[in-house]
T-cell receptor
Framework: AQSVTQLDSQVPVFEEAPVELRCNYS??????LFWYVQYPNQGLQLLLK??????LVKGINGFEAEFNKSQTSFHLRKPSVHISDTAEYFC???????????FGAGTILRVKS | GAGVSQTPSNKVTEKGKYVELRCDPI?????LYWYRQSLGQGPEFLIY????????DSGLPNDRFFAVRPEGSVSTLKIQRTERGDSAVYLC?????????????FGEGSRLTVL
């Protein structure tokens, strides 16, 4: 079984500042890792994913994440945030069949002007 | 529209009543998932269909919850004898078998409130 811990429930940050949203996972088997974003009044959408290969993964809207197997982490980063990045971000893990995602509790990113 | 459609978007019911929530996945997506999201928590897996059959129903909390997908497209999540603890947003997602492993396309959810 897999589990995900998102270490911060809320992250406030000023516009144009860098941000890192932390995610740690636990699994006894190889995993796929994902970040999903939920904008206000919208459904969840995929931001980026790690399946295999390069541990640095780039996603939409300038976000990237790095898979660190030794630290069991998959932190999400953006060098310069915009007001429009205000949303809730969910880290998720699955086994390599990819059939059942286990989500973290989410991190609310609040970008202030 | 081309996305996952869920109805109703909001449902208020009384304790003990029966509720049905409907999901219409993206055309051609053979995999369909139901998740439940309680306030302040991430989505919690309930059940996964591959075609018409439930491939994994290990997340259904008890026998009051049941889901069907009779023709391999639209799915209905059924909750009997609702309890206040069933109040949550019920999310449906679908995925394509041929591309983007692990990418689920989510609907906007059905918010269930049990009074």
């Amino acid at each position: 079984a897999q589990s995900v811990t998102q270490l911060d429930s809320q992250v406030p940050v000023f516009e144009e500042a860098p941000v890192e949203l932390r995610c740690n996972y636990s699994s006894s088997v190889s995993v796929y890792l994902f970040w999903y974003v939920q904008y206000p009044n919208q459904g969840l959408q995929l931001l980026l994913k790690y399946l295999s290969g390069s541990t640095l993964v780039k996603g939409i809207n300038g976000f990237e994440a790095e898979f660190n197997k030794s630290q069991t982490s998959f932190h999400l980063r953006k060098p310069s945030v915009h007001i429009s990045d205000t949303a809730e971000y969910f880290c998720a893990v699955s086994d390599t069949r990819g059939n059942k995602l286990v989500f973290g509790a989410g991190t609310i990113l609040r970008v202030k002007s | 529209g081309a996305g996952v459609s869920q109805t109703p978007s909001n449902k208020v019911t009384e304790k003990g009543k029966y509720v049905e929530l409907r999901c219409d996945p993206i055309s051609g997506h053979t995999a369909l998932y139901w998740y439940r999201q309680s306030l302040g928590q991430g989505p919690e897996f309930l059940i996964y269909f591959q075609g018409t059959g439930a491939a994994d129903d290990s997340g259904l909390p008890n026998d009051r919850f049941f889901a069907v997908r009779p023709e391999g497209s639209v799915s209905t999540l059924k909750i009997q004898r609702t309890e206040r603890g069933d109040s949550a947003v019920y999310l449906c997602a679908s995925s394509s078998p041929t591309r983007n492993t692990g990418e689920l396309f989510f609907g906007e959810g059905s918010r269930l409130t049990v009074l």
